[in-house]
């Protein structure tokens, strides 16, 4: 039994708006809500998304309702045409909108400290259904709530991603837990495994988990398998013998532990370097968009140089250099160059197959990245 049915908890996450159901942007505001919630210890029973529809939004939440107790809806709090969840909301409620002048002056003096003026349409963003409470949001113009109606628990945020985050730090992380009294939240444990197949992890993952009955589950994002073996944190002294097998069994092919990410690492490893060369004669492009998905920041920097061949002129004495280059059929050699000393690593791919040089580039990768990161932690 998962710690939500323990407690008769049951959540589920209301995504609005046509761009999520044509396809033209991922809900990533659900996956970013059950995450944290299931790190309370609470599992969402279930992820909808309608379009700016009126009669499909009071249908979803008709069926949200008779499936869950708490219910969160994102999006459709704006200021256009097509923004009307808090109609929606107030109308499913039975709740009369009521104008909220502290909401107004918030959006104006937003608007107007960056040279924009505040326009009538707007002022739809200023209605709450009647004994809503504001949750008030420091990182744009439209304020969520949370509504009590029909016995259930309603939470309504902004769609944007930083203003939902914002919002959950600033009102809903300190109150969340105090709706459910007694959570025991879950704890996971995850290894990314790199360049060996799906098949055979699981394979051994099982024979370490053999007689339990912990959670494990498997994610293919190559080159890696991530596993993930999760149990109650009452659990923990309990389960410590079962994590120490799975811990053994995939040392050998273990690269990252506990979600950290090889390219997140490096990043926070550079950012105190003036000036980094990295140089990448193996990946296309598939190194440099890594770098600048996982490490903007970094990516950012004016005093970063991405080559996408091997340069071989001589660098500043104060340059960083990181290179990647092949140096024969299926290998390569990783190198880290800092004030005259140098270092190595041959690659030797693992993938015998000419169709499979994709994933070929991204080990090499993923590969120099977590060598690159071992060096640097070794300065």
């Known amino acids: 039994m998962t710690a939500a049915q323990n407690h008769q908890n049951r959540i589920s996450v209301l995504g609005i708006g046509t761009e999520l159901t044509s396809g033209q942007i991922l809900n990533r505001n659900a996956s970013w809500i059950s995450a944290r919630l299931t790190k309370m210890g609470v599992l969402t029973t279930g992820h909808w998304v309608v379009p700016d529809d009126r009669p499909l939004i009071r249908e979803a939440l008709e069926l949200a309702a008779k ?79 949370r509504l009590q109606a029909r016995q259930k628990n309603l939470i309504i945020l902004p769609g944007p991603p930083k203003e939902i985050e914002a919002i959950w730090t600033d009102h809903l992380e300190s109150w969340l837990p105090s709706q459910f009294p007694g959570l025991d939240p879950w704890v996971t444990r995850s290894w990314d495994t790199i360049a060996i197949p799906e098949s055979t992890i699981a394979e051994l993952t099982e024979r370490a988990l053999e007689g339990t009955t912990y959670e494990r589950g498997y994610r293919v994002h190559l080159p890696y398998v991530e596993v993930k073996v999760s149990h109650l944190k009452s659990e923990t002294a309990q389960a410590a013998p ?31 370097f003036a000036q980094i060369q990295i140089q990448d004669g193996v ?18 920097k004016s005093a970063l140089s991405l080559h996408t061949a091997v340069q071989e002129a001589s660098p500043d004495f104060d340059t960083l250099v990181l290179t990647v280059r092949p140096t024969a059929s299926r290998e390569a050699r990783a190198e880290f160059q800092w004030k005259g000393t140098v270092r190595r690593l041959p690659l030797k791919s693992p993938y015998q197959s000419s169709l499979l040089a994709d994933r070929e580039r991204q080990y090499f990768a993923e590969m120099a990245a977590l060598f690159w990161g071992a060096e640097l932690e070794r300065l």
């Open 67 to 145: 499936t869950s107790d708490l219910i969160f809806v994102t999006g459709g709090l704006g200021p256009t045409s097509d923004d009307f969840t808090r109609d929606m909301i107030a109308e499913w409620a039975g709740q009369p909108l009521e104008w909220d002048e502290a909401t107004w002056t918030h959006i104006r003096t937003r608007l107007e400290a960056r040279g924009i003026p505040a326009r009538d349409s707007q002022k739809q963003q200023c209605y709450y259904p009647r004994g809503a409470t504001i949750l008030t949001n420091n990182q744009g113009t439209a304020h969520g709530f």
């Open 242 to 272: 079962a994590i120490a097998r799975v811990q053994e069994a995939l040392a050998p092919m273990t690269a990252l532990r506990d979600g950290d990410d090889a390219f997140k690492k490096l990043g926070r490893l550079l950012k105190t």
């Open 283 to 300: 990946s296309g492009e598939y190194l440099s968009t890594r770098l600048l998905s996982a490490a903007p920041e970094v990516a950012r």
